[in-house]
């Protein structure tokens, strides 16, 4: 299929061998496996995805790429289309739970929706084994950064609050067609088993964490002024900024807020 890729998704295609081999070892498809592909763009993972499981469900905006996959009729492949932002990645987990075998989201996310989109499968985590994206590398050095590297940011402490998360590959532009602009990188991203943070909890957390981080170069005594009156803060802690505290702290400080 010729398909010029389209600015306003997004779309570079992954058409690099090696990396299209890596990545798929990084997920480890096997047939009892539940996944569903964000973007499948001309099927570089998807067609090695599909030759080790019974089933993959197809996740695409692109009218065009829907009907393409559609009349490929591929044994196994299920396509819907829709739009990432609003699809329902905890009813379709759900659904999966209901069956044996693991759940995991795949996909060369579009860089322009990839925060938001992170942030949107939150929601569905516990339902979820395994997340492995390929992501702009500079959004893959703040979701990894540790506290005190200038790059751990609100990102940083969100998705390290729910996720245990690890850089396992770096890939150059070359391996895209178009090539985009910036270097890409594959994440894995695991839920963690031992997140305790309610709703209410986790929303103090967005609260105190985008306080934190609204202005990086002011000391928390000033950032977080508004939480003063309910949160202990040492002496060390008021001078310090927000990238200097560790994710753990700010769960500390969010069910405090939440209590």
Not at 52 to 66: A, G, K, S
Not at 105 to 129: C, E, K, R, T, W
Not at 232 to 251: C, F, G, H, T
Request: aromatic letters at 8%; charged letters at 25%.
């Amino acid at each position: 299929m010729t398909h010029r890729a389209r600015k306003r998704f997004g779309q570079n295609f992954l058409q690099e061998s090696g990396v299209i081999y890596f990545i798929v070892a990084a997920i480890n498809p096997s047939e009892n496996m539940h996944v569903i592909e964000i973007g499948p763009g001309l099927g570089a993972l998807t067609r090695p995805l599909l030759s080790n499981l019974d089933h993959l469900d197809l996740l695409e905006i692109d009218r065009d790429l829907v009907a393409y996959w559609n009349q490929e009729n591929l044994k196994g492949l299920n396509v819907i289309e829709g739009d990432a932002l609003k699809f329902d990645f905890l009813e379709w987990a759900n659904a999966c739970s209901a069956n044996s075998g693991l759940c995991k989201v795949v996909g060369n996310l579009p860089y322009n929706i990839s925060s938001p989109l992170l942030f949107h499968l939150v929601s569905a985590a516990h339902a979820i084994d395994e997340q492995v994206f390929m992501l702009q590398a500079e959004v893959v050095e703040r979701m990894v950064s540790k506290a005190g590297g200038s790059e751990f940011s609100r990102l940083s402490v969100m998705l390290q609050a729910r996720y245990d998360m690890e850089k396992v590959l770096e890939v150059p532009p070359e391996a895209f067609d178009p090539q985009p602009k910036v270097n890409s990188a594959v994440v894995r991203m695991i839920p963690r088993r031992n997140f305790s943070i309610n709703d209410a909890q986790w929303h103090a957390l967005e609260k105190v964490v985008a306080a934190a981080f609204s202005q990086r170069r002011k000391m928390l005594r000033t950032n977080l002024s508004a939480f003063a009156d309910r949160l202990s803060l040492s002496e060390s802690e008021l001078k310090a900024r927000a990238q200097d505290i560790p994710v753990e702290r700010y769960i500390e400080w969010a069910k405090t807020l939440a209590h």
